[in-house]
């Protein structure tokens, strides 16, 4: 009888430290170094910083099981390791990141991270230099495997400046070693950002290994081995091939398929690894719009769906621009008047036509839905909208978006938000195709052979999204930005081409703003590319002009 009372004491135990979440699912050591004295890098602290945002605000890491460190020294980071290793007892991913300085021993079979308190020179010239300061790769790899059961993932975004002349043979020139199979311990993932013999980029804002972590793992429904594959293909995509990250897995790779960041969406398919019962709680807002993903936007209280900017953490665009139905419902609250002195292109050169965003006048009775894009706007007007949403929406802060985010958001596919062929291809936007021939353009200059079936603008959302998730940043409607304009912004060739896009400041000294992506009318080939920028007064109203805009947690809350 005694042994039936344990055993049920056992089971009760068991159950009331699962129900009180002491028992963790997933558990990430993240450590990024820029500090080292005689070789410092840029972005390795920003990128696991990102990651760290990442993990918690995308994939719903708690913040006591994700343990984060920057530029730690060798005695801070075995301390930290202990911690983590200890938690990792019980998880069913355990994921390890690093970003900073990486080497290989001189005989090319070991991989060591360096802590900021070692000669990142004096490691490269001597092996003993290295093995006293740098830490085993392999040695924290076999660590974790004997302490847990789970699946083990080690990812290194290391090697960022690489001295040459270590390693034999053709490895001499940088990068860092590879495993053999059999060295690969149990249940384990290793990923190198970059392949033997090359180097891995530090990047601008991100290296583009990390870059393609937080573009990546967000998104639904992949498994783990699934989710680092992509990965490899979005590294190799982003640097035309010139990095190639190396991934190595223990025996079949089976725990990785039955493993996931994210469940799968709700469509009758379940998790192939039930997750532990959870006590659901009401999400603010602000909980809803940290957890958004291409797959799951943020919806806010007029129906705008947000999602991730790839490569800028904590922050929302709106995946589609601006629509006169969301600009309506800030009119009818506000009483704001945005009817005076809207210009149009109609009749030849920008002419007050007595249009506004309630009727742009589009000739042919072009229709101007409550789904299709506002026009008619300003800067200013746009401006007047997020202050308004800011104080509608608890513990958010809405703005137009900076240029930067703009920039991220239409990516780096090619010339064109579509890719690199011209004319556009078929369905690749609302642009002047044959279609615009109403009105002013019936004679007018327009892209031959190319018809998107909108002869002025068209319903947001009509034409494929980016592979971000986001419609219309190229076509449509001229998108207004937050940022001055520069003309040291645009291509030269643009410049020369527009010489009115040298100047920064109206004849009164007002400094012009940004618009980005083309529009229903931009016919020039060069007004197409991604990069353009054309600059206007704040004030200007124009049948071309509308917005989109972001959405981030007010930094209070």
Not at 206 to 229: K, N, W
Not at 268 to 276: I, N, R
């Amino acid at each position: 009888m005694l042994s039936i009372y344990r055993y049920l004491e056992g089971i009760f135990v068991t159950l009331l430290f699962t129900c009180a979440g002491l028992t963790a699912e997933r558990v990430a050591f993240i450590v990024g170094n820029d500090n080292y004295p005689t070789a410092p890098l840029e972005n390795a602290v920003r990128d696991a910083t990102a990651l760290r945002q990442m993990l918690g605000n995308q994939l719903g890491f708690r913040d006591t099981d994700i343990h984060f460190s920057t530029n730690v020294d060798r005695l801070g980071f075995f301390e930290s390791f202990e911690t983590f290793s200890k938690a990792a007892r019980d998880a069913d991913i355990v994921l390890f990141y690093f970003a900073g300085h990486g080497m290989e021993s001189i005989d090319g079979r070991e991989n060591f991270i360096l802590p900021v308190d070692a000669d990142v020179k004096r490691a490269a010239q001597s092996e003993a230099a290295l093995r006293a300061t740098g830490i085993n790769l392999m040695t924290l790899s076999a660590d974790l495997a004997a302490k847990s059961r789970g699946a083990k993932v080690m990812l290194m975004d290391a090697c960022r400046e690489r001295p040459a002349g270590r390693g034999l043979g053709n490895r001499s020139g940088g990068g860092l070693a590879v495993y053999e199979d059999k060295r690969i311990p149990a249940d384990t993932l290793i990923m190198l950002a970059a392949a033997p013999n090359r180097v891995a980029s530090d990047g601008k804002n991100h290296g583009p290994f990390t870059e393609a972590l937080l573009e990546v793992l967000p998104q639904r429904g992949q498994d783990l081995m699934d989710s680092f594959f992509a990965v490899s293909d979005r590294v190799q995509e982003m640097t035309q091939k010139q990095q190639i990250p190396w991934l190595k897995f223990d025996g079949s790779g089976k725990i990785f398929r039955t493993r996931y960041f994210l469940d799968p969406d709700d469509t009758g398919t379940l998790a192939k690894t039930p997750m532990k019962p959870v006590v659901r709680q009401q999400l603010t807002a602000a909980d809803r719009l940290r957890g958004a993903t291409r797959e799951a936007p943020f919806v806010n209280s007029l129906g705008m769906e947000f999602i991730p900017v790839p490569g800028r953490p904590g922050i929302y665009m709106c995946r589609k621009e601006t629509r006169v139905r969301d600009f309506q419902a800030f009119v009818n609250a506000t009483g704001y008047d945005a009817t005076r002195g809207a210009e149009t292109m109609e009749t030849g050169g920008f002419k007050d036509a007595g249009g506004s965003w309630l009727n742009p006048r589009f000739p042919g009775n072009s229709p101007q839905t409550p789904e299709h894009p506002v026009s008619c706007v300003s800067w200013q007007d746009g401006r007047e909208f997020c202050r308004w949403l800011t104080g509608k929406e608890a513990n958010l802060r809405y703005r137009l978006p900076l240029d930067m985010e703009w920039s991220a958001a239409v990516g780096t596919d090619g010339k064109y938000p579509w890719g690199n062929q011209y004319p556009p291809p078929r369905g690749a936007g609302n642009y002047p195709g044959e279609e615009a021939k109403v009105g002013s353009w019936t004679n007018g200059s327009v892209i031959r052979g190319y018809n998107d079936g909108a002869s002025r603008t068209a319903r947001v959302a009509s034409y494929k999204p980016n592979r971000y998730g986001f419609y219309d940043l190229g076509g449509n409607v001229y998108e207004w930005c937050e940022d001055h304009y520069r003309s040291s912004m645009n291509d030269p060739d643009m410049v020369r081409q527009f010489t009115f896009l040298q100047n920064e400041n109206s004849d009164d000294g007002v400094p012009f703003r940004v618009l980005r992506g083309g529009c229903w009318c931009g016919f020039a080939e060069i007004c197409l590319r991604s990069s353009g920028r054309f600059n206007f007064p704040p004030t200007s109203r124009n049948g071309m002009f509308g917005f989109r805009v972001v959405a981030e947690v007010d930094s209070d809350f």
